[in-house]
């Protein structure tokens, strides 16, 4: 189990970059696949980006391809979605979500399969 502290949400115009954080203090870090979920309000969650425990390999739902980029650092344990060109269809609660796999490489695209999540950090986006 790992535990993880979402953080850099914020209120931003149409346009603007904004950078989420996704931090831990487990030691095993490096041995989960990480993703990113969000949920907007009367929505159901859904898969932003994801990256394997290596870093090597990432995949982005089609909506946010080129927008977004997830990276991960394991040497201090941490995670980050850079996104870039926010729409207000991005308004949403991001969460940060790990996934134990024995894969260096697979990169985890289905909520079931997360079990340690963060608290979530609101982004919201004005017209």
């Known amino acids: 189990q790992v535990q993880l502290v979402d953080s850099g949400g914020g209120l931003v115009q149409t346009g603007d970059s904004l950078t989420l954080s996704c931090a831990t203090a487990?030691?095993?870090?490096?041995?989960?696949?990480l993703a990113w979920f969000r949920q907007a309000p009367g929505k159901e969650r859904e898969f932003v980006a994801g990256?394997?425990?290596?870093?090597?390999?990432?995949w982005y739902t089609d909506s946010v391809r080129g927008r977004f980029t997830i990276s991960r650092d394991n040497a201090k344990g941490a995670a980050y979605l850079q996104m870039n060109s926010l729409k207000p269809e991005d308004t949403a609660v991001y969460y940060c979500?790990?996934?134990?796999?024995?894969?260096?490489?697979?990169?985890?695209?289905?909520?079931?399969?997360?079990?340690?999540w963060g608290q979530g950090t609101q982004v919201t986006v004005s017209p």
């Open positions: 487990g030691r095993t870090f490096s041995n989960y696949a």
């Open positions: 990256v394997s425990r290596s870093g090597t390999h990432t």
């Open positions: 979500a790990a996934a134990s796999v024995g894969s260096q490489i697979a990169v985890v695209v289905t909520s079931h399969e997360y079990v340690d």
